[in-house]
């Protein structure tokens, strides 16, 4: 089978979601975009190795990921405390997050790398430095890598990022703008139509990343592709929600991991093959967003098929 390593970063959430002033309703889970995307590789069938850092108060939610089906014999008991998200959900679904890093910016020195892993994924929740050591790694062994710049890095550090080393970036409409700005890539948007304008910056980025898949995430206006192969940027709409959008935490990830689940099973790489990749993950994502919670609202694969037929 073969295998993914997510190098990324695993926190405690604190959730209170809108519409209650109760200090009871204080959800606690697991969280961080690391452990998220790992849990959904895992649901979506991929086998999945989680490289991160908790302090002893994080054990819990260390097992909450191993019961999610995740690899954690190389996840890291450091002297810092676990790190810590503090989310307000309102009642539309959108949320704000304070985040404290904690144990997930404890240096780590890199496993033995699995000899049946294809693909390494990256955020940036964890030092830069780290992902950079992870990714040069990953490029000598012929691994695939993913990275999803979130928080983003800032314009110095994205100017000398060795994106020659990435097969995939994974950015949403305000990344794919902010990456342009920061690589002097010069795009003219009107502001008229959200898929236009955010066609126009992945095609502007692409130019400059020829050697990097871009896949640009756009809430409810679904996804944009460009393909390294393909001169176009195909546009594939959201999944239909069964009722309001009730909770985006996690929506990102959620898409994130099933699209990696779903290459590390491709035989063939052609543009179709990928296509229907990206559409399973967007199911995926459509029904993350229907529930409560991040990691927890995560399909299965199973459930993401059923929606499919
Ligand atoms: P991020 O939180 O990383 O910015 P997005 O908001 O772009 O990510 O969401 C990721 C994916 O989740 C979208 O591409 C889409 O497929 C799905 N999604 C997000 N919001 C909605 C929504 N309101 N309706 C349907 N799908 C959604
Ligand atoms: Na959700």
New binding site residues.
Partial sequence: MPRCLVRGSIIKDFVRPGQTISSTELVKRLGGKGANQSVAIARAGGVVDFVGAIGSDGVGVRDDLKNAGVNVDQTRLVEESTGRAIIQVNAA?ENSIILFKGANYASITPPPIHPDTTYMVFQNEVPLASTIEFLTLATASNIATVF?P?PMPTPDELRSFPFDKLTWL?V????VSELCEALDVAVKTEGRDLVEDARKLVLGLAGRLPSTNII????????LAKFRVSDDCVH?P????QGP?LD?????????GYMVAGLMQLEEHGASEHIAVLQR??QA??M??ERAGAASSIPLSAEVESRLR
């Avoid at 640009?216 to 996804?223: E, F, I, K, P, R």
């Avoid at 959201?238 to 929600?241: H, P, T």
């Fill in positions: 679904g999803n979130s994974v949403n409409e305000g990344e640009c995430t756009l809430g409810a206006d679904g996804v594939l959201a999944a239909k929600l959008p985006t935490t996690g929506a990102g990830d959620c898409f994130t993950a967007i994502a459509g993350c967003v």
